[in-house]
């Protein structure tokens, strides 16, 4: 089965950190290209990062310098490190793969999701 | 930033009728749209790609139209399922997507 699974979220206090993981299964995660996307609570989806299958990062501009992206495809796994977090940034994160075969696509997998609140 | 509006922000429907959502984008993005449903506590699911084009799995009564600016998501008769947040997706330049802001279908 084709799957996501994030993991990591959580409380922080504003200023902290916390590391995001994304376990992909069932298809050869090294040819796709990646992203996180994040919900905040009652409200649309934002696109917050991305990688390439070449390992080349994205960011947009809400969490450029504060974020960083990464991929491990010898584990399967996709990262999203977040420092400096803001109350701004609370939101359920989605990590979601972009379907195969052009350089921008739909996103045709996501995971469950992982809440991340940042809160004194 | 290409802008995604969405209407309505909510639609009334009775099971078995046919359900038009609408999205505009705020310059073109030729075909480079999606639909997603997200049902309460669930993830968004992928529906429709390339503006009219089933993903696997979903039901036929699900259609999209439209290119450039104007989409449209129809659903021909609204089965209990169906009653959700449906989101529109432009993916134009890889990766600065955006979504926009949910239309949520209830029943009538």
């Known amino acids: 089965e084709v799957q996501l699974v994030e993991s990591g979220g959580g409380l922080v206090q504003p200023g902290g950190s916390l590391r995001l993981s994304c376990a992909a299964s069932?298809?050869?995660?090294?040819?796709?290209?990646m992203l996180w996307v994040r919900q905040t609570r009652g409200k649309s989806l934002e696109w917050v990062s991305a990688?390439?299958?070449?390992?080349?990062?994205y960011y947009s501009g809400s969490v450029k310098g504060r974020f960083t992206i990464s991929r491990e495809n010898a584990k399967n796994s996709l990262y999203l490190q977040m420092n400096s977090l803001r109350a701004g940034d609370t939101a359920v994160y989605y990590c979601?793969?972009?379907?195969?075969?052009?350089?921008?696509?739909?996103?045709?997998?996501w995971g469950q999701g992982t809440m991340v609140t940042v809160s004194s | 930033e290409i802008m995604m509006t969405q209407s309505p922000a909510t639609l009334s429907v009775s099971p078995g009728e046919r359900a038009t959502l609408s999205c505009r984008a705020s310059?073109?993005?030729?075909?480079?749209f999606a639909w997603y449903q997200q049902r309460p506590g669930q993830a968004p699911r992928l529906l429709i790609y390339?503006?009219?084009t089933r993903a696997t799995g979903v039901p036929a009564r699900f259609s999209g139209s439209g290119s450039e600016t104007e989409f449209t998501l129809t659903i021909s008769s609204l089965q209990s399922e169906d009653f959700a947040v449906y989101y529109c997706?432009?993916?134009?330049?890889?990766?600065?997507?955006?979504f926009g802001q949910g239309t949520k279908l209830e029943i009538k």
């Open positions: 979601a793969r972009q379907k195969g075969g052009n350089s921008a696509n739909a996103l045709d997998i």
């Open positions: 069932g298809f050869t995660f090294s040819r796709y290209d």
């Open positions: 990688i390439g299958t070449a390992g080349d990062p």
């Open positions: 310059q073109s993005v030729a075909s480079n």
């Open positions: 390339d503006a009219s």
């Open positions: 997706q432009q993916y134009n330049n890889w990766p600065l997507y955006t």
